[in-house]
């Protein structure tokens, strides 16, 4: 059985869900490792930015840390057309950044604080967004939660 959101593709009946942020290191990671965490395999996930950083914001892989969801090993990426197209989901993270737009994709903005130069307890309120966020569109897109 297919997915809602891509009964275009039968043959891969995973939705797949790109999260955009500036720089790819601190949103946008966030939301990645959140939805692999919670949603496993049922789930495509990937992550890029218009201008990325040279490394995941380090208060960001902490807080994370804290709740059990490791993202060091992750790399921030740039953001191509092809990433876009391969998705179902394309989400912004308030940042403001253009992505290529594609009929029938769905486009969606997390006006979320950037977590860059903050600490850990400023980015844990952000995470805990995050995750609440991720939550939500578990559930919209039927997938069910990893055990």
Same mark, same amino acid.
């Given at each position: /059985?297919?997915?809602? !959101?891509?009964?275009?593709?039968?043959?891969?009946?995973?939705?797949?869900?790109?999260?955009?942020?500036?720089?790819? &290191?601190?949103?946008?990671?966030?939301?990645?490792?959140? !939805?692999?965490? *919670? &949603?496993?395999?049922?789930?495509?996930?990937?992550?890029?930015?218009?201008?990325?950083?040279?490394?995941?914001?380090?208060?960001?892989?902490?807080?994370?840390?804290?709740?059990?969801?490791?993202?060091?090993?992750?790399?921030?990426?740039? !953001?191509? @057309?092809?990433?876009?197209?391969?998705?179902?989901?394309?989400? @912004? /993270?308030?940042?403001?950044?253009?992505?290529?737009?594609?009929?029938?994709?769905?486009?969606?903005?997390?006006?979320?604080?950037?977590?860059?130069?903050?600490?850990?307890?400023?980015?844990?309120?952000?995470?805990?967004?995050?995750? @609440?966020?991720?939550?939500? *569109?578990?559930?919209?897109?039927?997938?069910?939660?990893?055990?």
């Amino acid at each position: /059985m297919s997915s809602p !959101l891509n009964e275009e593709n039968p043959v891969n009946d995973r939705p797949s869900v790109l999260f955009v942020c500036v720089h790819n &290191a601190g949103r946008s990671q966030m939301a990645a490792g959140w !939805l692999r965490h *919670l &949603a496993g395999d049922g789930v495509e996930v990937r992550s890029a930015g218009s201008v990325p950083g040279d490394q995941v914001n380090p208060s960001a892989v902490a807080a994370m840390a804290e709740v059990g969801i490791d993202i060091s090993d992750q790399r921030p990426k740039v !953001l191509t @057309t092809d990433a876009v197209e391969a998705s179902d989901v394309v989400i @912004t /993270m308030g940042c403001g950044d253009a992505c290529p737009v594609f009929p029938g994709k769905r486009y969606l903005d997390w006006p979320l604080e950037d977590p860059a130069g903050k600490g850990v307890e400023s980015v844990r309120p952000i995470r805990d967004q995050i995750e @609440t966020r991720i939550r939500g *569109l578990i559930t919209e897109l039927q997938v069910p939660v990893a055990p």
